[in-house]
């Protein structure tokens, strides 16, 4: 057996052993504002439920290993003590990764992951419209457990009011636990799909994706695409040149054929084969054909 001391290792070799080994892990989606109102949206993965009466869920937007800054979400929780934690579910899995690509300050991951903005009642920040459970919160307390990289920052927050789409109830109006659809976080590319098991979604690049709201209007608008379809569309780092269409088409004559008769739909529905392969550059490719 392979026995190690936190010490003796590096904090990004201990990070991973950790999430390797806790998991799955529930994933809170967390939408703040600052202090000008201005909205962010992040998933978290250090994330549970605490207690019932009161009800109180926490999460950690923990300060990044590699050079010890801190989130968004960490410094907003700070100044507005509210937050709203969105349930994921696999409908929203790819747009809440894109989601968690590291955009400037102030830019709206909402818009970037093609989701929307619902009013809350009781706080501030927007619901995740999309999301099949959305917690209203007021934040009673951040406790930081250290200052040094990868040290936590646990959120503690207070539910005020819960929406839950009726869809997703059973006859006794409880959660149904296959409808929910919910996915958790494991080590590496890894997620769980609760109903379904193990699959894998790229971390988002390193570089900036475009984003869904950089997208032409009949692809974010499509009926075919789906919102994970979108989200991984939006995190290619640019669209394709003419030139690397053309050649593309050039080597795939039946796409080129598909293209001159101009059928929107099967267009789209290519485009999600290349989806399923992993090849959003190509399925870019057929989608800007004219």
């Not at 593309?248 to 084969?273: C, P, R, S």
């Amino acid at each position: 057996m392979l026995s190690i001391e936190p010490k003796d290792i590096s904090v990004g070799k201990l990070h991973q052993y950790l999430l390797g080994a806790i998991g799955p892990r529930p994933i809170a989606f967390a939408s703040t504002v600052d202090e000008d109102g201005k909205p962010n949206l992040s998933p978290f993965s250090f994330f549970n439920v605490f207690g019932s009466n009161p009800p109180v869920l926490i999460f950690s937007p923990a300060r990044r290993g590699r050079d010890n800054t801190t989130k968004h979400t960490f410094e907003n929780a700070k100044k507005v003590d509210e937050v709203v934690i969105n349930i994921v579910n696999f409908d929203i899995v790819q747009q809440m990764s894109l989601s968690s690509t590291e955009y400037a300050e102030g830019v709206n991951e909402f818009e970037k992951a093609g989701l929307t903005m619902q009013k809350s009642d009781l706080v501030k920040p927007f619901r995740v419209a999309e999301s099949p459970v959305q917690f209203e919160c007021k934040i009673k307390e951040v406790i930081e457990t250290g200052s040094e990289g990868g040290a936590g920052n646990l959120v503690v927050c207070h539910v005020v009011k819960m929406h839950i789409k009726e869809d997703i109830l059973d006859e006794k109006g409880f959660i149904d636990q296959y409808k929910i659809d919910q996915v958790a976080r494991m080590g590496g590319n890894w997620y769980s799909r609760a109903r379904e098991g193990m699959f894998e979604v790229p971390k988002p690049l390193s570089t900036l994706g475009i984003g869904v709201d950089a997208m032409p209007e009949e692809v974010r608008t499509s009926k075919i695409l789906t919102g994970n379809d979108l989200g991984k569309l939006g995190n290619v780092e640019a669209l394709p040149e003419n030139g690397e269409i053309e050649a593309f088409l050039k080597q795939n004559t039946q796409e080129a054929e598909l293209v001159k008769t101009g059928d929107k739909e099967k267009i789209h529905k290519q485009a999600q084969v290349y989806l399923e392969k992993g090849q959003p550059e190509d399925a870019w490719k057929i989608l800007l054909a004219k």
